[in-house]
């Protein structure tokens, strides 16, 4: 059966430092893999999809990237993290186009 | 751009009455899937309607959608404590699976 993890599960950050989120799919190939921010007590928004390795696509502007070095690996990070990107993080999978299953997702503060 | 938008944003209800979502967008959705996330956990896939009219049910939950595929409903009946959390529609869309979500309804219920 397929797996998603991330980790970390809780992360508290200083403005300014940097930023790596990981997350990683067991059971399946060749996934679409998303990002999603979820602020408190609100929707999810989507920041990045992938559907292979290298390729990218960005839904938001921001100063976040995002990359996919191995087909079941999809890393999120910051060069100098913002007060503002404090939220709840969620990685999701899909197979071609079906549901998506997300991971238990990063809580994110930023002091 | 298309949205799909969400009332209401929160409901309490009392253990036992009936609850309903309602997801409205301004385009034709392709398909409407809804999401389940109970408070501190990850959204968590419901169901998936496609065809015009469509209803589905799952024990106490019936989902609807739209003759013109522009809206659909999840309705409740006789909530329980377990139903409790943010319920969101959201379309996958056919180019990359991208699933956009609707903002959500949180329910609370009362025991």
């Known amino acids: 059966s397929q797996t998603i993890h991330q980790w970390p599960a809780t992360l508290v950050q200083p403005v300014g430092s940097p930023l790596s989120l990981e997350c990683t799919v067991e059971?399946?190939?060749?996934?679409?893999l998303y990002w999603y921010r979820q602020a408190a007590g609100r929707g999810l928004q989507l920041l990045f999809y992938s559907v292979g390795i290298g390729q990218i696509s960005s839904e938001v502007p921001q100063n976040l990237s995002a990359s996919r070095p191995q087909d079941r690996q999809f890393i999120l990070s910051s060069k100098k993290l913002l007060l503002s990107d404090s939220g709840f993080y969620l990685c999701a999978w899909s197979a071609r186009g079906l549901r998506q299953f997300f991971g238990p997702g990063t809580r994110l503060t930023v002091l | 751009g298309q949205q799909v938008m969400q009332i209401p944003q929160y409901q309490h209800v009392q253990e036992g009455e009936d609850f309903t979502t309602y997801c409205n967008s301004s385009?034709?959705?392709?398909?409407i899937q809804w999401y389940k996330q109970r408070p501190g956990g990850h959204p968590v896939f419901l169901i998936q309607?496609?065809?015009?009219?469509e209803v589905k049910k799952q024990k106490r939950l019936t989902f609807q959608f739209g003759e013109a595929k522009k809206n659909s409903s999840l309705h409740i009946t006789a909530t329980q404590t377990t139903d409790v959390g943010t319920y969101f529609c959201?379309?996958?869309?056919?180019?990359?699976?991208?699933?956009?979500f609707g903002p959500g309804t949180s329910l609370s219920v009362i025991p």
């Open positions: 385009t034709t959705l392709s398909n």
């Open positions: 309607l496609v065809k015009s009219g």
């Open positions: 059971g399946t190939s060749n996934p679409n």
């Open positions: 959201a379309e996958m869309k056919t180019s990359y699976d991208k699933v956009i």
